[in-house]
């Protein structure tokens, strides 16, 4: 079992910066990668950024080159540095861990999700 709780999120204005945090509990030897999701009201659950355990990155077309995905082993936490912020980034972000599971699909742990609202 994995658990995860997010941290950061809030209201900022458009060109703005904010950073969320994820910290792991639990069975963090199994974890394959960690990464940030994101759902606005009426779209389905997208990828934002991930980071994979042989640190492997990758991240949506959306966001290249304004969000930044890095990890922080000695507090086991993932952090997604969000820059030139634009109000369609604006969405509920959830923090992901995938554990890969012998003879079946992986398994998907999720944060409760934090809000993040880019508005002026």
């Known amino acids: 079992q994995v658990q995860l709780v997010e941290s950061g999120g809030g209201l900022v204005q458009p060109g703005g910066s904010l950073r969320l945090s994820c910290e792991a509990s639990?069975?963090?030897?199994?974890?394959?990668?960690m990464g940030w999701y994101r759902q606005a009201p009426g779209n389905e659950r997208e990828l934002v950024a991930r980071?994979?355990?042989?640190?492997?990155?990758d991240y949506a077309d959306s966001v290249k080159g304004r969000f930044t995905i890095s990890r922080d082993n000695a507090k086991n936490t993932v952090n997604l540095q969000m820059n030139s912020l634009k109000p369609e980034d604006t969405a509920v972000y959830y923090c992901?861990?995938?554990?890969?599971?012998?003879?079946?699909?992986?398994?998907?742990?999720w944060g409760q999700g934090t809000q993040v609202t880019v508005s002026s």
């Open positions: 992901n861990a995938v554990v890969p599971m012998e003879a079946s699909s992986p398994a998907l742990y």
């Open positions: 639990g069975r963090l030897f199994t974890i394959y990668a």
């Open positions: 980071i994979t355990r042989d640190d492997r990155l």
